[in-house]
C-alpha cells in the first residue's frame, strides 16, 4: 500500500486547508485510517482517525471543533479538514492506513503504513 500526502501549505492564522491521503497499490479490503503530525523539534504526535466506515472517528483535544477527518472510499482517499489554524499547529503532517481493522486509535506504532508526509505552516 502507498500513501500519498497532500495539501499543505502555508497559511494565515485563522485560516484553513484540506489535505488529502490517497492510497495506492494493492489496497486492503478495509483499513482505519490516521492523521499524525511532527513539529520541529517535538516527536510525532496523534491528530486525528477514522474507522473504515467513516462511522467512528477520534481527535485529539487540541484539535476538536476545528478539525474534521473524513474519507471517500470509492477514492481511497481520506482528508483533514483543518479550520481556525493556529501557528502551533505548524508541523509535518502524515497520514497512516491500519488495514483489516476498524477502530480508530491514535497509536502510531499500531499503523503499518506510512505516507511521506506534507508541511503546514501557520504564520500569527
Known amino acids: 500500500v502507498q500513501l500519498q500526502a497532500s495539501g499543505g501549505g502555508m497559511v494565515q492564522a485563522g485560516g484553513s486547508l484540506r489535505l488529502s491521503c490517497a492510497a495506492s497499490?494493492?489496497?486492503?479490503?478495509?483499513?482505519?485510517m490516521g492523521w499524525f503530525r511532527q513539529a520541529p523539534g517535538k516527536e510525532r504526535e496523534f491528530v486525528a482517525a477514522i474507522s473504515w466506515t467513516g462511522s467512528r472517528t477520534l481527535y485529539t483535544d487540541s484539535v476538536k471543533g476545528r478539525f474534521t477527518i473524513s474519507r471517500d472510499n470509492a477514492k481511497n482517499t481520506v482528508y483533514l479538514q483543518m479550520n481556525s489554524l493556529r501557528p502551533e499547529d505548524t508541523a509535518i503532517y502524515f497520514c497512516?492506513?491500519?488495514?483489516?481493522?476498524?477502530?480508530?486509535?491514535?497509536?502510531?506504532?499500531?499503523?503499518?503504513?506510512w505516507g511521506q508526509g506534507t508541511l503546514v505552516t501557520v504564520s500569527s
Open positions: 497512516a492506513a491500519r488495514p483489516q481493522y476498524n477502530n480508530p486509535v491514535g497509536t502510531a506504532s499500531l499503523y503499518d503504513y
Open positions: 497499490g494493492r489496497t486492503p479490503r478495509d483499513y482505519a
